[in-house]
């Protein structure tokens, strides 16, 4: 309870210090909102104009990437202070993290938020919301179930690579770009079908880089989309079962890494 | 019991071995080669409750990765530290309870918000109960004057105002022991001061265990009444101030101005066990003595006896040259560590 307690105590905080800066936070969600939107848009175009997408109409396309977004958005909100990993082992800030009596982990994924992650999240929940009416589902309390599980679990995913990856720096430092890259391959291949992907690729974006599990795989399950499916339906309704597992896997991981922990110098 | 208790602790780092010429840096890169640095070997001392304890050496001599283990930040490559009976790199969240810690030249306030909102987060953070958080809080504004910034973010605060802040938020739980790396650095005359007499505060009124380091031996002298001397990672003393100025600079020094046309300044001789006239200037004499073999009355008298005196001077060897000598002859045969008695 006292943990749940700490952890919004500093979340809170770093809400509001980004709070301070009045006109960058409506910039940054604005900003994120169209980067997002556009994004889609050149997608809608391309799918408008040959109707389909790896057998996706387009309703279903809108939907995985809506669905993708909002996991997206969730990870950014929770898990992108990844991303400044390698500078708080730099300059020291990370020893300040070991002499609070809670985990130094929180602590680097709370010192900041990053607000547009707020315009992920609210494109995202946009294209869900217009193409929620539009594809061929029955909205029983199970699917509903089955979407918020699969958004959940899709950020834990890429929240698991992401902290795994970082973990590295403990050892490395300068680990930023390589995580760069896996954000990207998220970001470029996680919203469309896998059909259209030759086989390799559809095999190493499940297998070596888990970027089906994210949005594709569950979405099939919703979609009723499971056939001709490069892996087990089995696999496909895992999927947040999967997110989770991976998040635990890459906590260890970190845990394992951060003994490797040497500190900055003074 | 002591309340720190630190045995033979080691701290070894290791680095990949680096190449220079063709290549070098991709050899760099691939090498299973490492290269192993001891900044900590074999450190030992003790500390007892309510001591405020002044802990010394050049940069590099390994000050502050000793306080990084005792405080759990890193994990030694051999050795025993507990604290107040915990294994800080075992037990770290319990031990971060315990402690506190400012560092210098970090601040740990949140750097948009509001020093009084940082202070919140603090209690926290910690587990104080609202009641004792209303209580320490305003004896901390009471006593380090924070009342005119608490509603300033920390950005905007001096460096003096935030160090302030920052022993108040390292102050505000009641840790039994504080761990202070270089409190006083870049701070003004009035900030430094400020600083010394809350230190000084604290140790005496609450009987928290102090441990400081610092390059500034002004902060020493003020505060401490033992420094534990470290150098290489090794300790070289540990004991009273006096003491170390006793063993390293024996010698006191008599200022003598002569009055007089000081003709008379050629021709001063003394001859007198243990003294040594090391300076002479027209009027002036700075003589050295051994106040073990002669005491300084005696040599006043000597003197006075002799010559027509203005003025005369007794000077206390001060610790930072005390120190520079220790640093500058920097071999372990100096070593005298935990002869604390």
Known sequence: MHRLDAILTLAGASLRSEFQYRANVVTSIVGGLIYQLTGFLVVFIIVDRFTELGGWTLPEITFLYGMRLTSHGIFYATISQMFEFDRVLINGEYDRF???????????L??????????????????????SRGVDVDWSLAAIGMLLAAVVGGALVEGAVQIALGSLSFRYLNTLQIRVVANEIFNVYGNYPFRIFPGLLQYLLTFALPVAFVAYLPASVILDETNGLHVSTTLAVAAPVIGVALFMLALLFWRRMSRHYQSAGN | MPIIDVDNLVKEFHRPKRFDGPLGGLRTLVTRQMITSRAVDGV???????????????????????IKMLSGILVPTSGHV???????????????LQIGVVFGQRTQLWWDLPLADSLKIIG???RVEPDRYRRNLDQFIDLLGLEPFLGTPVRQLSLGQRMRGDLAAAMLYEPRI?????????LDVVAKERTRQFIEQINRETGTTILLTTHDLADVERLCNRIIFIDKGNVLYDGPVDRLKRRYAPYRMLDVALAGDGDSAGAIRLDLPGVEIVEQGDARLRIQFDPEVIAVTDLITAVIAEHDVSDIAIVEPDLEGVVRQIVESGNTALTMGGDRS
Request: proline share 5%; net charge neutral.
């Open chain 2, 178 to 186: 504080l761990y202070l790396d270089e409190p006083t650095v870049g």
């Open chain 2, 44 to 66: 030992s001392f003790s500390i007892d409750e309510g001591e405020l304890v002044g802990y010394l050496g050049s940069n590099g001599a390994g000050k502050s990765t000793t």
């Open chain 1, 110 to 131: 709370t010192r900041k938020l990053r607000v547009n992650c707020f315009g992920d999240l609210l494109g995202g929940l946009i294209l869900l919301l217009a193409a």
């Open chain 2, 124 to 126: 926290k953070l910690y």
């Open chain 2, 82 to 96: 507990a604290v107040n009976g915990l294994v800080p790199w075992q037990e770290r969240e319990r031990n971060a």
């Open chain 1, 98 to 108: 070991l002499v609070r009596p809670m985990s130094p982990l929180v602590q680097v």
